[in-house]
């Protein structure tokens, strides 16, 4: 490529696209603290610094070998930091919000059951999430009545997830 100045620049390469792109205020201050951290601990600050020192236009092998290897620091370290905050989940199955439903369900059964054997659960929110799916009758069910429920939800939820490639084809 030529610039306006007749000179032969190099072209740059635009990077990989990255998984990392949230609106979530908490996601982000979390890897621009892990960048900063990982900077800090290389000393990027003071390499570009000394690079700077012996750079001059055009620039040398050696300066351009330095800002290269400087470049791929960094690169790791923003990947690295990347997957310290971001969460990617394997999808085991197609989504379909049947499957949800029945999900959810067995979540809320399992969570049920963990109360009835004395576990710390938060029970506000199991009340909200009870109602949420209809199910505010569960809460005052015996034991033995939840694990029935929950095993046919089990039951149910294996059977749409068999089906759930022509599920997803409907929404």
Not at 61 to 83: A, G
Request: contains cysteine.
């Amino acid at each position: 490529m030529r610039s306006v100045l007749g000179t032969l620049l190099h072209r740059i390469v635009p990077p990989k696209a990255r998984r990392l792109n949230s609106k979530c205020p908490r996601i982000r201050d979390e890897y621009l603290a892990l960048v900063r951290k990982g900077f800090k601990e290389k000393n990027i600050e003071r390499r570009l610094v000394q690079i700077e020192e012996t750079a001059t236009f055009p620039p040398t092998e050696e300066v351009e070998k330095l800002m290269e290897k400087l470049d791929n620091l960094i690169e790791e370290i923003m990947l690295q930091s990347e997957k310290g905050c971001r969460r990617l989940y394997a999808a085991h199955y197609e989504f379909s919000p049947p499957i949800q439903l029945w999900l959810d369900r067995c979540h809320l059964l399992k969570w049920l059951l963990r109360s009835h054997q004395g576990k710390q659960v938060n029970a506000g929110n199991m009340r909200r999430f009870a109602r949420k799916l209809g199910m505010m009758q569960c809460i005052r069910m015996p034991v033995a009545e939840i694990v029935q429920l929950y095993r046919e939800a089990k039951e149910r939820t294996k059977d749409l997830m068999a089906e759930s490639p022509y599920l997803r084809k409907q929404f």
